[in-house]
């Protein structure tokens, strides 16, 4: 069973986008990687989530837009660490 954390998807409210910077409909956006958890109707445990506002969101699901998968998940790795940091420096996640 994946790992499920309420907190951590409520936490992406009202963040700016971790790929544009834009605010407003930013959620915390699943990875659509088979090897980090993703299955067909599953999705991956959500501390592999990245917060992405609406448009950023469509264009790494690959909804709108030609991108290539290797550069949508190129940018759903970058907005994932920018994520990450911002757990732990707002402490939301924490080190004990």
């Known amino acids: 069973?994946?790992?499920?954390?309420?907190?951590?998807?409520?936490?992406?409210?009202?963040?700016?986008?971790?790929?544009?910077?834009?605010?407003?409909?930013?959620?915390?956006?699943h990875t659509n990687s088979v090897a980090l958890g993703k299955g067909t109707a599953i999705k991956a445990p959500d501390y592999y989530t990245a917060h992405l506002c609406q448009a950023c969101h469509d264009l790494v699901d690959g909804r709108t837009g030609k991108w290539s998968r290797a550069l949508r998940m190129?940018?759903?790795?970058?907005?994932?660490?920018?994520?990450?940091?911002?757990?732990?420096?707002?402490g939301v996640v924490v080190v004990k």
């Open 1 to 29: 069973m994946a790992y499920r954390s309420p907190k951590l998807l409520a936490f992406a409210n009202g963040q700016p986008c971790a790929n544009c910077g834009l605010s407003g409909t930013t959620v915390a956006a």
């Open 74 to 90: 190129e940018i759903w790795t970058r907005a994932y660490l920018r994520t990450v940091a911002r757990w732990f420096e707002s």
